[in-house]
Structures are given as structure tokens and as C-alpha cells.
């Protein structure tokens, strides 16, 4: 059964993971210095939280697979959709090790899916620069929204 996967950039990681502790009624199930993990059933969610980008807020969100073969049929789902598939295979990424595709939505929100095979001792690879569909409701002109199209 696949999981969602919320991951949240905070400005201070023990005041957040105190937070989210008492509102989940659960320790993180990872705790590092800099991430901070929950997996949880209900919801059934695989929650992150970490203090390593400049913004607080969503940093992306994704569905983590369970086994290959729903890996493979999420996987054939966004290849269909209009937008670039980056797919990484054997990636370290939040202490773990996995497989997985990243891809962009209309609003330029990055989705990740994944299926991990085992823990790490190191935070990992950044996520990869995925190319951006220019909006035109978005970009034009380009000059007067600055920061509206991530690049």
C-alpha cells in the first residue's frame, strides 16, 4: 500500500519536531541532527521535516511505494503527464536509500515518488534541478512576478 509523503523545510528543527510530535501523539521514528522523520498509519503518511533550504514551508511532495511494482505503475503515470520525469535509481536522499522519480506540477510544486530499500549514515543527494514548463499565465511578462518561475 502506498504512502504520502509530505517533506516541510522549518526554520528550527526542535521547536517543529516538538510541534509535530504533540499533534502526531509520536516520536519521529528518525531523529538527525538537521531531519526529522515521522511514519505514520494514521494518516498514513511519511512525514519529514528538515532545517536544510533557505525557505520554510512545503519543500516537496511525494508517494512512496511499497514494493517495484508499485513504484513501476506510479512511474508509468507520470510519464504520461506533461511535464519531465528525472528518474534517480540506487540515490541516497534524508538518510535513506532509494530509487525514485521526481517531476513538477503546473504550479512548479516538485513530486516525488520513491521506493526505499535501506537507511544511510549521510543525508544525501540534494534533489535534482528539474526542468520547468514555462506558465504562461505564470511567466508573462517574466519581469513582473520575480521568483515566479523557479529556474
Not at 102 to 115: K, M, R, S, V
Request: negative net charge; glycine residues 6%; proline residues 6%.
Amino acid at each position: 500500500m502506498k504512502r504520502m509523503h509530505v517533506h516541510v523545510s522549518v526554520a528550527n528543527l526542535q521547536q517543529s519536531i516538538n510541534f509535530y510530535s504533540t499533534l502526531f501523539d509520536a516520536k519521529p521514528s528518525v531523529e538527525k541532527p538537521d531531519y526529522a522523520k515521522w511514519m505514520l498509519d494514521d494518516p498514513r503518511v511519511n512525514f519529514a521535516i528538515s532545517e536544510r533550504h533557505d525557505t520554510a514551508g512545503i519543500q516537496h511532495l511525494g508517494i512512496q511505494a511499497e514494493t517495484e511494482g508499485e513504484l513501476a505503475e506510479i512511474y508509468g503515470r507520470l510519464s504520461r503527464a506533461e511535464s519531465p520525469v528525472i528518474e534517480e535509481k540506487a540515490t541516497t536522499c534524508c538518510y535513506a536509500k532509494s530509487d525514485k522519480q521526481w517531476i513538477n506540477d503546473p504550479q512548479g510544486i516538485a513530486w516525488e515518488t520513491f521506493l526505499t530499500h535501506g537507511e544511510a549514515t549521510v543525508y544525501g543527494n540534494e534533489r535534482p534541478a528539474i526542468p520547468v514548463k514555462e506558465a504562461a499565465a505564470c511567466c508573462e511578462p517574466k519581469t513582473s512576478r520575480a521568483g515566479c518561475c523557479p529556474g
